[in-house]
């Protein structure tokens, strides 16, 4: 079975919104590649992230802030017959999206970015104290460019 190619904004968008967890791929200061699992939020093409305001990843986008992130979901083993390996195959929908990380210093737009990435995971209302915005890293990632491909669907 070939996959299919997903050109559909709004399932392109159900996919990401079904994920718990992105993939941000990037590359580090001796061009290397890189790669960290993080949560998200997403609202009008835009990929929200969090983290602390130091580490490998922030060196990694210092230097280069082009990220290529991942998101997948509704994955299921299946085969056509048990015993022939390459008949084996993972049911799937996955999205690929490229952009540049751009850091959020502002604190009324870090408050907005962690409402949209707190409601990936819950309708809860949240508040932040000031030392927690002070010291969180907040990105965006406008998408460039969305490639998505659905495997068994
Ligand atoms: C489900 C999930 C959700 C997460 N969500 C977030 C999030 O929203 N924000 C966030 O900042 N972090 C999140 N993390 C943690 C994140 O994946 C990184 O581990 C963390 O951010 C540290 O990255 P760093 O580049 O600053 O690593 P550093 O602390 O600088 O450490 C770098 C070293 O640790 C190794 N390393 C770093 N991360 C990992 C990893 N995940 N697994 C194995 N080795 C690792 C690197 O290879 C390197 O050797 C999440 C992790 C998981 C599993």
């Known amino acids: 079975m070939r996959h299919r190619v997903l050109s559909s904004h709004t399932e392109i968008v159900e996919i990401i919104k079904q994920c718990q967890v ?4 990037m590359v580090d200061p001796n061009g290397k590649p890189y790669v960290v699992p993080m949560n998200f939020g997403f609202d009008e093409d835009v990929i929200y992230l969090h983290s602390a305001q130091e580490g490998k990843k922030i060196d990694c ?3 280069n802030p082009e990220v290529c992130i991942n998101f997948t979901t509704d994955h299921v083993l299946r085969y056509q017959h048990e015993q ?3 008949s084996w195959g993972m049911k799937y929908r996955s999205v690929l999206c490229y952009g540049s990380v751009e850091f959020i210093e502002d604190e009324t737009l870090k408050r907005k970015a962690l409402d949209v990435l707190m409601k990936q995971y819950t309708e809860r209302p949240f508040t932040y104290n000031d030392p927690s915005i002070r010291e969180v890293s907040c990105w965006i990632v ?3 460019q ?3 491909r659905v495997y068994g669907y």
């Open 22 to 25: 992105c993939h941000v791929s």
């Open 61 to 63: 986008l210092r230097s």
């Open 84 to 86: 022939v390996a390459c």
């Open 142 to 144: 406008k998408v460039k």
């Open 146 to 148: 969305f490639d998505a």
